[in-house]
Structure formats: structure tokens, C-alpha cells
């Protein structure tokens, strides 16, 4: 893992890009870690007690803060204060983008509704990160990652055909909308910046996961069928699966073409079996998957991880070791794209803290690490000023 450290002189392709960030938790805060890998000037604008994502730490550190805010500044506001609203009012004026996730209707509330923003700053992207939408009969129920993917239709299919259905380890629904929105930021600002219109973007939780899961929905209209669970198998290809190996790790394998299936088997000593019309071809293979995986299970469970590892490799067959933390750490392959890195924090053991590096690989402009993840209203001096700071902390607008 590569050791790296901030460099705050760092440029990146959206330097001079401000963005206003008042969006809270996961969504919102993906969606401006992209923009501020690639230099934007991302302000967190966060109430008293900081955005709710400091308060997931591990062993007392905030991890999810440090990992997802870095790049970011923060400056700490109390939202019901007017003279509060009012200095969110002034610093639209400078910038580009306005992103929030609160419930639809709050920013109203506030005293920040988007026509107002807009007659301020007609350039103004502003973008409204929710669970169901700004409009629709869900538009102002409560809208976590989870219940997304319950009602998208993932949890449904997956997980094993004898379990019940499972939702994903991770915050799956809010990094597809992190991701999704940050995308259709870049189409506003490149339409605000030839025409100086700005626009409200609509980004719920809940479509850009139901995006991902096509072709359900033509699939069903076909069958009349709910994709059934399948563990780590597929309804659409056969081989693809999980297999255990005789020293207790896991390999993952998908041949998912006529010609690796065929590659397969003869490198397992089965090229018989693309005789037998249970195999012969892919239709086949997915109406016959257990029987498929009972061979090559045999194959790879008689061999260790590094043996199957090797032998495939040499064969050109689609097969990987199913990773953990521990192995990722030094694995030789993410070092060398540098996926993962280590920057120095002293409140994690041994001094550093491991984190994603920036991506993606771009030749003319590379993406920036410029500054940890920002303590609790560290930059209000730097970005309001020290006269403007004091002022709000006497009328009790800021902490």
C-alpha cells in the first residue's frame, strides 16, 4: 500500500468549481467526494454538532468521515438562525452548485427555496438528494439506503432460494446515488456554463439502484416470474459461482461465453462434457448449474487457493480469489493501480489511515488528495472571515 500526503497545492480539472454542500450522511457526501477528488472547492455547511456521518466511528475514530469528506472544508452553522440562512444566501452568489439532502420541503423551510437561490444566482445548480423524490405520493416519507433496496426490487433477488431475502453489508443505494448524481452535476455545470441557466436536480435514492437492476422488468413482462435467489449463481449464465478451496479460501469464476465454458472444461480434464447435452451450451448449463458446480467444486476443492490461482491463470480461464481487508492490504494488483493508499492521521494505530485512492486514472487531469477530511468548522475564518465569524458567533449563528 503506498504511503502518500496531502498536498493543498494540489489543482484538479474542477479547481475554482465552489460547491455549497449541506447535504448530510452518505448520498450527498459521495456525491461531493467525487466533485472534490477532482478539485471542486467542496464547503460543508454543517449544523452545530456536525453532519451525522462523524458520529459512525470505529474504535473512536470517525472513519466514514475521514474516508468519504476528505478534500472538503467545513465551516459549522446553526440552520435555524437566520443571520445562518442569510450567509448561506451571500456564499450561493460565488458558487456553482448547492447540493442538500434533506427531506423535500425542509429547505423551504429554511428559508433557502430553490427560486430564491436561483434569482440570487441563475447559474446555480442546485441538487436535492432524497429517498423518493422531490415529487410522488412518497415524495415526503422518510428515506434511508435500506429501504431502497427493499423496494427497488434488489433485495428480492438476492441472497439463496431457501433464505430470506438479503440486503447488501453496505450503504449499496446511497453510493449509486452519490455516484449517479455526481454524473449528472458535471452535465448541469457543462449546460450551465454555455447557456449561465441553472437548474434543480432531482436525485433520489431510489431510482439510480432500480436503474442498475435492469433487465428485470422486461424479463418479468416476458415470464411472468420473479428472478428466483441464487446464491452466487446466475439465471442469465452457467458457470459462475463461488467455490471453496482446499485450504479454506474462496475462489470466484464466471464463464460467461461459449468459448471460456469450453476452456474451462478442458482445463479441468471435462472437455467431455461438452458432449453431454446437460452442458453443451449455455441454456443448457443454467438449467443444470448444480450439477455443473458439483465438477468444477470437486476441481477446486482438491487444490489450494495459490494452485487454482496458478493453474487457471496459465489456462486464460475467468477465475479470482474472493478478497478480504487482510489480503487487499498487500495484494500486488492494488498497489500497483495504488486503490488503496495510507495517509497520515495520528488518531489511527500506527499513524496512518488506509483510504480508496482517487479515481479514476486520468492522463491530462489527475485527480487530487489536497487535505484530510476537515475537523468541525475548521475553515469558517479562512472562507467567511474572521470579522463575519465573529459576528455570527455573537448572534449565536454559528458555534
Known amino acids: 500500500m503506498k ?14 468549481v465552489r460547491v455549497v454542500d449541506l447535504s448530510r450522511l452518505v448520498a450527498g457526501n459521495i456525491l461531493t467526494k467525487v466533485l472534490a477528488d477532482h478539485g471542486a472547492e467542496v464547503i460543508k455547511i454543517e449544523p452545530p454538532d456536525g453532519d451525522t456521518l462523524r458520529a459512525w466511528r470505529v474504535g473512536g475514530v470517525e472513519t466514514s468521515w475521514k474516508t468519504i469528506c476528505r478534500n472538503k472544508f467545513s465551516v459549522a452553522l ?3 438562525h437566520p443571520d445562518a440562512i442569510a450567509t448561506i444566501k451571500e456564499m450561493v452568489r460565488g458558487a456553482a452548485m448547492l447540493v442538500e439532502s434533506f427531506r423535500p420541503g425542509v429547505l423551504e423551510a429554511m428559508g433557502l427555496p430553490p427560486a430564491e437561490l436561483l434569482a440570487i444566482n441563475p447559474a446555480l445548480v442546485i ?21 431502497v433496496e427493499g423496494y427497488s426490487g434488489f433485495a428480492a433477488i438476492n441472497g439463496f432460494a431457501d433464505r430470506e431475502p438479503v440486503l447488501p453489508p453496505m450503504f449499496m443505494g446511497d453510493a449509486y446515488a452519490g455516484l449517479m448524481g455526481a454524473a449528472s452535476t458535471m452535465i448541469a455545470l457543462r449546460h450551465a456554463e454555455a447557456t449561465g441557466q441553472g437548474q434543480v436536480l ?6 439510480p439502484i432500480f436503474s442498475v437492476l435492469e433487465p428485470q ?36 469464476l464466471s ?15 471435462q472437455e467431455a462434457l461438452l458432449d453431454d447435452p446437460r452442458f453443451a451450451r449455455n441454456h443448457d448449463r443454467v438449467k443444470n448449474a448444480a450439477a455443473l458446480d458439483a465438477v468444477i467444486g470437486a ?14 491463470d496459465k489456462t486464460g480461464v475467468t477465475i479470482g480469489p ?63 472571515g474572521a470579522e463575519t465569524c465573529a459576528r455570527l458567533r455573537a448572534s449565536g449563528a454559528m458555534p
Open 3 to 16: 504511503r502518500v500526503d496531502f498536498n493543498p497545492t494540489a489543482r484538479g480539472a474542477l479547481h475554482g
Open 78 to 80: 446553526n440552520f435555524r
Open 127 to 147: 441538487v436535492r438528494v432524497s429517498g423518493w423524490g422531490q415529487t410522488g405520493p412518497y415524495a415526503h416519507k422518510p428515506g434511508f439506503g435500506t429501504l
Open 202 to 207: 432531482d436525485v433520489s435514492l431510489f431510482e
Open 217 to 252: 422488468m422486461a424479463n418479468w413482462r416476458i415470464t411472468g416470474k420473479l428472478k428466483p435467489r441464487t446464491g452466487s449463481r446466475s439465471t442469465n449464465t452457467a458457470p459462475r459461482n463461488v467455490y471453496r478451496t482446499q485450504d479454506g479460501g474462496w475462489v470466484c
Open 255 to 269: 464463464a460467461s461465453t461459449q468459448g471460456m465454458t469450453e476452456k474451462l472444461l478442458r482445463s479441468i480434464g
Open 299 to 312: 476441481y477446486v476443492g482438491a487444490r489450494s487457493m495459490a494452485e487454482n490461482l496458478a493453474h487457471f
Open 322 to 384: 474472493i478478497m478480504d481487508p487482510e489480503r487487499l492490504e498487500t495484494d500486488d494488483y492494488v498497489t500497483a493501480r495504488e486503490a488503496l493508499i495510507e495517509v497520515p492521521d495520528d488518531e489511527m494505530p500506527g499513524g496512518f489511515l488506509p483510504m480508496v485512492g482517487t479515481a479514476p486514472h486520468m492522463s491530462a487531469t489527475p485527480t487530487v488528495l489536497a487535505r484530510p477530511a476537515p475537523k468541525l468548522g475548521e475553515h469558517a475564518e479562512a472562507i467567511l
